[in-house]
């Protein structure tokens, strides 16, 4: 049994995403488009890439994980589901998980989103 008990600061910001009903599959299905369009909602987000690495699955669907200066982002799609799934964890304290949020839906024209923020 884990028992929560906040010990220091809280250093940063989770924001957990689900993307569902995309529309657009070859956005789910192929890691080039995944690197275009996460490569963007980075550069929109003000966050800094300091590593990635991804893996493109046989037929289709993808993972990505980049480590940011700020901490990381990491996206795994499941086409065959029309789904996203995204983690981002951040230390700015000017990163707003709403916003980043809502470019997310955007920008994956989801029909259907949810999400959860964690103070860590």
């Keep these: ?3 929560n008990i ?3 600061p809280f250093i940063g910001t989770h924001l957990i995403v689900n993307l569902y009903d995309i529309v657009d599959r070859d956005l789910l299905s192929y890691i080039w488009r995944g690197r275009e369009v996460l490569n963007y909602v980075i550069e929109e987000l003000n966050l800094h890439i300091v590593g990635e690495t991804g893996h493109q699955f046989d037929p289709y669907g993808y993972t990505i994980a980049y480590a940011l200066s700020e901490s990381h982002l990491t996206i795994h ?3 065959e589901y029309n789904a996203a799934y995204l983690d981002i964890f951040c230390c700015n304290p000017n990163f707003n998980p709403i916003e980043a949020y809502r470019l997310l ?3 994956f024209k989801a029909e259907n989103a ?3 923020i964690v103070r860590r």
């Design 6 to 8: 906040r010990r220091g």
């Design 77 to 79: 799609t499941y086409p």
């Design 105 to 107: 839906k955007d920008i």
């Design 114 to 116: 949810t999400h959860t």
């Design 1 to 3: 049994m884990s028992i």
